[in-house]
């Protein structure tokens, strides 16, 4: 069974930047689409950012665009999330998942046991 480890969260004040990795481990995930996900204090967990097995396909949310990069290293098994110029309304607890059968990133459903996520704290 595949064991999602997210790391690299933190309080950073607005404008600054902080990187967010995913380990996996159990089994490869270099042919999965990768995801992150956030959850802020009392909303639903949202779908921010993915990227194929590949590295060469990316979608990301309105709201992020421009600011959030993913990228992968299949051989590690670990996706990244750089974060640059950060609001507090990025504040959340992030999250990464799987979809081993997408073929529309944009699309992707996690398919994986949730990791505990890493906390990020945005302060104005």
């Given amino acids: 069974q595949v ?5 690299g969260g933190g309080l950073v004040q607005a404008g600054g930047s ?6 996996a481990s ?10 992150w996900f956030r959850q802020a ?3 639903e967990r949202e779908f921010v950012a993915a990227i194929g097995w590949t590295g060469g396909n990316t979608y990301y949310k309105d709201s992020i665009k421009g600011r959030f990069t993913i990228s992968r290293d299949n051989a590690k098994n670990t996706v990244y999330l750089q974060m640059n110029s950060l609001k507090p309304e990025d504040t959340a607890v992030y999250y990464c998942n ?27």
């Fill in 3 to 7: 064991r999602l480890a997210e790391s």
């Fill in 18 to 23: 902080l990187r967010l990795s995913c380990a």
């Fill in 26 to 35: 159990g089994r490869s995930t270099s042919t999965y689409a990768m995801g």
């Fill in 41 to 43: 204090p009392g909303k």
């Fill in 98 to 124: 799987a979809d081993p059968r997408a073929t529309v990133i944009a699309t992707m459903r996690p398919a994986l046991p949730w990791g505990q996520g890493t906390q990020v704290t945005v302060s104005s």
